[in-house]
């Protein structure tokens, strides 16, 4: 008990910063989504393929390899094509490496909630006088906002989850705190049980959470 009392602090300060690296990587990854899924629901073939190659590359691949491409794939390209030499900070690798692959899944968050809007509203926008991109941007995506955030509180959650496998480039959130704690007391059940529980009551809380706002979005409907 003394060693869980010991390090709870830490584990509690490194569940915050979990939190917050959740947080820029879904506010970042939504900026990328909203472009990815517009992308690919263009009539533009390049952007088309843009926006699905994104997606494809980014679903496709484990968060673990993506982690390692952008902290030490991406300062060896550096020095490959332009012979510069530097090293990523380790909260800016953990920033690009999350928002990338948040934005892959919200950008299939964004498509989905976009094509469940009834056609004829936009034909009905456009006989209104209305150029494409304006009822898209007046009629379409305000609706579809408001179907997409209940799938995006659970990518939160999803996100949030994810972030432990920055512990492998030393990244201090609370999987990784768990970890320098339990080497140096040995107390490894004790400490890892901690951090599920704190892990858990998150999740819990976030899901709860997501749930009274579902409940509350169907309500309005």
Request: positive net charge; proline residues 3%; without cysteine.
């Amino acid at each position: 008990m003394e060693v869980i009392l010991h390090a709870l602090p830490l584990q509690i300060a490194g569940a915050g910063v979990s939190l917050l690296i959740t947080l820029i990587g879904v506010i970042l990854g939504s900026l990328l989504g909203l472009t990815a899924g517009l992308a690919r629901l263009s009539g533009n073939i390049l952007l088309r393929l843009f926006g699905t190659s994104y997606v494809d590359f980014f679903r496709g691949t484990p968060l673990f390899v993506q982690i390692m491409l952008v902290y030490f794939g991406i300062p060896r390209l550096a020095v490959l094509m332009f012979d510069v030499n530097f090293s990523l900070n380790v909260w800016v690798a953990s920033i690009i490496s999350i928002s990338l692959n948040s934005g892959a899944y919200i950008a299939e968050i964004f498509r989905a909630g976009v094509q469940s809007i009834e056609k004829g509203q936009i034909e009905a926008a456009r006989s209104l006088g209305m150029t494409k991109s304006q009822a898209m941007r007046y009629v379409i995506l305000p609706q579809a906002f408001k179907r997409v955030i209940p799938p995006m509180g659970n990518e939160f959650i999803a996100l949030l989850k994810d972030t432990s496998l920055l512990a492998v480039i030393g990244f201090e959130e609370l999987a990784r705190k768990t970890q320098l704690e339990a080497a140096r007391t040995y107390a490894t059940f004790e400490l890892w049980m901690t951090a599920a529980l704190i892990y858990l009551a998150m999740t819990f809380t976030f899901s709860r959470l997501v749930d009274k706002l579902e409940r509350r979005l169907k309500t309005g409907d």
